[in-house]
Every structure is written in structure tokens, then in C-alpha cells.
């Protein structure tokens, strides 16, 4: 399987905390996003990280890139309860336009 | 405002019956994909095609096919419904290999 995985399954923190969220992946990438469902909904983009970049910032949310460890992070800063969903690393093939997606992380952010 | 959509939302069907999914898209993407979800598994990659005529298998693509004559639509086929086919599927649209755009997902219940 070319899935990546999400680390840790399921994560509960307060409101205002730091969430992390990581990624591990298994092949060589032409860049890695990073996608939120909330329940009983369909995935919604957040933020993409190109091969070549270590970090990027969009807003609350703060992405990592290790390629030489396969790995990557999201960061939510100040979490807020609307933050409650599930989060999905998708790494994109060096050949190809389809993204292989992870098994995800069901954050619960607590008011 | 463009947009994809999924038909039906939810669907009950029998074992070995043929079962059709929609997915139209307005975005004019040539990418589309279909995956389908379950627990434990993430999303997993069925079927894509990148452009009319063309279809591609994905990581779990046996008991299904998909079909492009146009570019909006990309309907995913279940030849022969069996219970292991009850999952949650989703419909997807990019633009080269870049941000996917989702569907609201179909829920289908194979008894």
C-alpha cells in the first residue's frame, strides 16, 4: 500500500492548546497536503507543501516537510471546538496526478 | 460557484445487484477520482481517470469500474454488489496534481 500514516489516531486537548499531528509516508513525493473532514462530511483542503519546502504557514496552521525521514506535521495553533474533525495527510506521486491518502487523526478540541 | 456532487447520499442495495454512483463536477477539472472509506483504513484509492476516455485502476479497484465520456462526470459502476462493498464513497476533482475537490460522499449499505 502506498498510504501514508497518521500519528496519533485520535488526540483531545483543550481549547486554546497546540494540536500535532504527524504524518509518515512511503515513497518518494512531488508534494504532501494536508485535508480536514469534518463528520459526516466530505474532505476539505487546508494546505500543500511542495518536495522542495521544509515549512509553510497558512493562518492557525503550520506544516513541516522531512523528506529524508518520509515524514510531515501540521501544527493548529490556539485550537478552537470548530477544530473538532479529523485530519488527512495525502502524498502526491512523482508520476501522476492521484494523491494516496492517510488513515488520519480525529482531533476532539474541548470548550 | 462550481462544484461536485454526489448521487445518491445514501443507498441500500442487495448482494449481486449492479449498483451505479454519480459524480458530476463543474469545476471543467480533467482529474477525477473516486475512493471509498472505511474505519481503520483511511481513504483508499479505487478508480481515476485523467480525462475523457481515459480510466486508470487505483490500490482496491476489483468489483468496480468507472466510465469517462465527458468531462463533468465519472460514475463508479459496483458490477456485482457484495457486503464488503459497504463503505462510504467519495468523489473527487483536481486540476493537475495539485488541491482535490470533494464530493459529499455516498453511503452504501450492501444486505
Known amino acids: 500500500s502506498q498510504q501514508g500514516e497518521e500519528d496519533p489516531q485520535a488526540l483531545s486537548i483543550q481549547e486554546g492548546e497546540n494540536a500535532t499531528m504527524n504524518c509518515s509516508y512511503k515513497t518518494s513525493i512531488n508534494n504532501l497536503q494536508w485535508y480536514r473532514q469534518n463528520s459526516g462530511r466530505g474532505l476539505v483542503h487546508l494546505i500543500l507543501?511542495?518536495?522542495?519546502?521544509r515549512e509553510k504557514h497558512s493562518g492557525r496552521l503550520r506544516v513541516t516537510l522531512d523528506t529524508s525521514k518520509k515524514s510531515s506535521s501540521l501544527l493548529i495553533t490556539a485550537s478552537r471546538a470548530a477544530d473538532t474533525a479529523s485530519y488527512f495527510c495525502a502524498t502526491g506521486a512523482n508520476t501522476g496526478n492521484q494523491f494516496y491518502f492517510g488513515t488520519g487523526t480525529s482531533l476532539t478540541v474541548i470548550p | 460557484d462550481a462544484e461536485i456532487t454526489q448521487s445518491p447520499r445514501h443507498k441500500i442495495t442487495e448482494t449481486g445487484r449492479q449498483v451505479t454512483l454519480a459524480c458530476h463536477q463543474t469545476?471543467?477539472?480533467?482529474?477525477m477520482f473516486w475512493y471509498r472509506q472505511d474505519l481503520g483504513h483511511g481513504l483508499r484509492l479505487i478508480h481515476y481517470?485523467?480525462?475523457?476516455?481515459?480510466?486508470n485502476k487505483g490500490e482496491v479497484s476489483d468489483g468496480y469500474s468507472v466510465s469517462r465520456s465527458n468531462t463533468e462526470d465519472l460514475p463508479l459502476t459496483l458490477e456485482s454488489a457484495a457486503s464488503s462493498q459497504t463503505s462510504v464513497y467519495f468523489c473527487a476533482s483536481s486540476d493537475g496534481p495539485a488541491i482535490q475537490y470533494f464530493g459529499a460522499g455516498t453511503r452504501l449499505s450492501v444486505l
Open positions: 481517470s485523467y480525462g475523457v476516455q481515459d480510466t
Open positions: 507543501i511542495r518536495s522542495n519546502e
Open positions: 469545476w471543467n477539472h480533467n482529474n
